[in-house]
């Protein structure tokens, strides 16, 4: 079962990383101990990733350098529903 599990998790982050540019970045002592001090003071502890893709989107966005994601058909349904 554990063995079933380890394998379906990389599967998953396989098909989930497969999709995305990897990018090593180095931080200045300020900002990184900034993303420290902000990942423990949450509750739930969110990925550094997670922290920078947010950070980017936030950053890029209103500069236009950022396409707006499309929906997915999920969200298409549900609105089509509530019409």
Do not use: C
Request: hydrophobic letters at 35%; zero cysteines; charged letters at 25%.
């Amino acid at each position: 079962m554990v063995t079933t599990f380890i394998y379906s998790t990389n599967v998953t982050r396989w098909w989930y990383t497969a999709h995305m540019k990897r990018a090593s970045i180095s931080l200045p002592d300020d900002l990184a101990k900034a993303l420290d001090n902000y990942i423990q003071a949450q509750e739930v502890r969110p990925a550094v990733t997670t922290v920078m893709q947010a950070a980017l989107r936030e950053y890029l966005g209103p500069r236009g350098f950022l396409q707006e994601r499309r929906a997915s058909k999920t969200s298409k349904r549900t609105a089509r529903s509530q019409s």
